[in-house]
């Protein structure tokens, strides 16, 4: 049963599509321990805590700097003793430690089709300004493995959506959710929680005979 800690900061609905698809049978030989949110007013501590899963929050503001904040999050996330560590719309820069205590084993959703609209900078709305901005006719999602850089590790799974004429960056970013994330997000964890995702030389290679 692979272990997961899910790390949040807002609405929570890439959590709540995890929640789903374990209750429905979309992921298997997966659970969620844990959910942490930097922000205690994130809505996604309540999804959690209605699915019945434990809810916790470690704030930056109850640290005296970020060495602070980011050893108690490693150190709360450690605490569960987690195989995969998924950022599940997570704001916090994940710090370096965290990436050396699980290598491989932190995935993160993108809501763009990296390398494009990725890196510093580019989080939730912004993502989809961007696009817009620059009038790309597509984009999307990615789920990838975390490593030092932001946005840089190994792709696991991406999905395109059309951008439409009238988009706004919030038309634009449901869509990417409702068509991409949502599902990319759990099809990602149901593939590394059946042993069906490995990396070699930066690059993720998925098995699709297990039939999963
Ligand atoms: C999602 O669109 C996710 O892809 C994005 O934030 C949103 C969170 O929504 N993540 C990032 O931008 C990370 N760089 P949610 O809280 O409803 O899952």
């Known amino acids: ?68 904040f980011n050893r108690a999050l490693l150190k709360t996330v450690q605490s569960f003793s987690p195989d995969l560590v998924v950022l599940a719309g997570c704001m916090v820069v994940i710090p370096r430690e965290m990436v050396e205590a699980f290598p491989n084993r932190i ?11 990725c890196g510093t900078g580019y989080y939730g709305l912004r993502v989809h300004e961007q696009a817009l901005k620059r009038g790309v006719k597509v984009t999307g999602a990615t789920v990838h493995f975390v490593d030092a850089g932001t946005d840089t590790g190994p792709i696991i799974l991406q999905k395109a959506v059309e951008v439409h004429q009238d988009d706004t960056p919030e038309t634009l970013q449901r869509r990417v959710m409702e068509e991409a994330e949502w599902k990319i997000m759990p099809r990602a964890i149901q593939l590394i929680a059946n042993g069906c ?14 039939g999963i």
């Open 197 to 210: 995702v490995k990396t070699e030389n930066g690059r993720v290679i998925i098995d699709e005979t297990h």
């Open 107 to 117: 995935i993160n959703i993108h809501p763009a089709l990296i390398p494009s609209f």
């Open 1 to 68: 049963m692979l272990k997961m800690v899910v790390l949040v900061s807002g609405g929570g609905t890439n959590l709540q599509a995890i929640l789903d698809a374990i209750e429905k049978g979309e992921i298997t030989n997966a659970e969620v321990a844990a959910v942490i949110s930097n922000n205690a007013k994130a809505y996604a501590l309540e999804r959690a805590q209605k699915a019945g899963v434990p809810g916790l929050c470690v704030s930056p503001k109850e640290y005296p700097d970020r060495s602070a």
